[in-house]
């Protein structure tokens, strides 16, 4: 084979993308996002209107159809991305803020403390994400804000641990040894060695727990623990189209799709920013 038709052979493949789960991920979320920032500035109908038939087909004004309350479909459809997207962001913000602190405090303490924080975070991790968010929104009651910072504290453990993992690896560096010998303090090592280190590793398992939170919101919205009407989660919409399914399949199979859309999408972009941090795994496949 000549050197001409290596190189043509050659050149497609260096053009192609560095992971195509990356860029359907992206085209997912994408779409989530811009829905919910439409939402914020038009809507079809108002969440509240009423006025339409029950149970509608789609077409004509209402493009998905109505509920069993006769509320337009697509309207809350964008209300849930706007919630989705605000519980996700939201969760993961405090999970990522708890976390990252205790796994720090875990990885520059002393070894009896150390193994005391670990031992904590692997007990509060055996429990799963919805069953501790459930006992958290029950005790602090039903709201958006309940929601978030319930699924936040039960996905920081997670964190917490994973950080703790990574600050201890860094710290074993010879470089994070060369800048302690140098008289740098601990704040300093941790801002420009510690988490620079850390942070391609640890963004992979936030965007991973982005889709954990959203999953565990339209849980607790199914089981009523949600946050209550208006706010038009889709769990709370897969929940109320139980009873019509067969009647009017439209109601469960729109949020389900969505929800599906942009799980599935937060999973693709974590897992082509792992291909990207990580060249010997691209070069795998």
Same mark, same amino acid.
């Given at each position: 084979m000549s050197a001409t038709v290596i190189a043509q052979t050659i050149e497609p493949r260096a053009l192609r993308p560095r992971s195509w789960t990356l860029v359907v991920g992206l085209v997912l979320v994408g779409a989530v996002v811009a829905t919910a920032l439409v939402s914020l500035l038009w809507l079809p109908f108002s969440p509240e209107d009423t006025t339409g038939s029950r149970l509608e087909g789609p077409g004509g004004a209402h493009w998905l159809g109505t509920d069993r309350l006769g509320r337009d479909l697509a309207t809350q459809l964008m209300i849930g991305a706007r919630i989705a997207l605000l519980v996700g962001l939201g969760s993961v913000a405090v999970g990522a803020?708890?976390?990252?602190?205790?796994?720090?405090?875990a990885a520059f303490a002393a070894s009896w403390l150390d193994d005391t924080i670990s031992a904590a975070l692997d007990v509060v991790i055996a429990f799963p994400v919805l069953l501790l968010a459930m006992l958290i929104v029950a005790? #602090?009651?039903?709201s958006l804000a309940s929601v978030i910072l319930a699924i936040g504290l039960a996905m920081s453990a997670i964190v917490a641990r994973l950080t703790r993992v990574l600050t201890k690896?860094? $710290?074993a560096e010879q470089f994070v040894t060369a800048a302690r010998t140098s008289g740098t303090r601990w704040p300093g090592i941790v801002v420009r060695h510690i988490l620079p280190n850390i942070w391609p590793t640890l963004s992979v398992n936030l965007a991973l #727990?982005?889709? !954990?939170? !959203? $999953?565990a919101e339209a849980s607790l919205s199914y089981l009523g623990l949600g946050a209550p009407p208006p706010n038009a989660s889709w769990g709370r $919409?897969? #929940?109320?189209? #139980?009873?019509?399914?067969?009647?009017?399949p439209i109601g469960a199979i729109a949020p389900g799709l969505a929800l599906i859309a942009l799980v599935l999408g937060v999973n693709f972009v974590a897992d082509g920013?792992?291909?990207v941090a990580d060249p010997s795994r691209r070069r795998s496949r």
């Amino acid at each position: 084979m000549s050197a001409t038709v290596i190189a043509q052979t050659i050149e497609p493949r260096a053009l192609r993308p560095r992971s195509w789960t990356l860029v359907v991920g992206l085209v997912l979320v994408g779409a989530v996002v811009a829905t919910a920032l439409v939402s914020l500035l038009w809507l079809p109908f108002s969440p509240e209107d009423t006025t339409g038939s029950r149970l509608e087909g789609p077409g004509g004004a209402h493009w998905l159809g109505t509920d069993r309350l006769g509320r337009d479909l697509a309207t809350q459809l964008m209300i849930g991305a706007r919630i989705a997207l605000l519980v996700g962001l939201g969760s993961v913000a405090v999970g990522a803020i708890i976390g990252i602190t205790i796994g720090l405090t875990a990885a520059f303490a002393a070894s009896w403390l150390d193994d005391t924080i670990s031992a904590a975070l692997d007990v509060v991790i055996a429990f799963p994400v919805l069953l501790l968010a459930m006992l958290i929104v029950a005790a #602090q009651g039903s709201s958006l804000a309940s929601v978030i910072l319930a699924i936040g504290l039960a996905m920081s453990a997670i964190v917490a641990r994973l950080t703790r993992v990574l600050t201890k690896r860094v $710290l074993a560096e010879q470089f994070v040894t060369a800048a302690r010998t140098s008289g740098t303090r601990w704040p300093g090592i941790v801002v420009r060695h510690i988490l620079p280190n850390i942070w391609p590793t640890l963004s992979v398992n936030l965007a991973l #727990q982005f889709g !954990v939170a !959203v $999953l565990a919101e339209a849980s607790l919205s199914y089981l009523g623990l949600g946050a209550p009407p208006p706010n038009a989660s889709w769990g709370r $919409l897969l #929940q109320e189209a #139980q009873g019509t399914v067969v009647t009017a399949p439209i109601g469960a199979i729109a949020p389900g799709l969505a929800l599906i859309a942009l799980v599935l999408g937060v999973n693709f972009v974590a897992d082509g920013l792992r291909d990207v941090a990580d060249p010997s795994r691209r070069r795998s496949r």
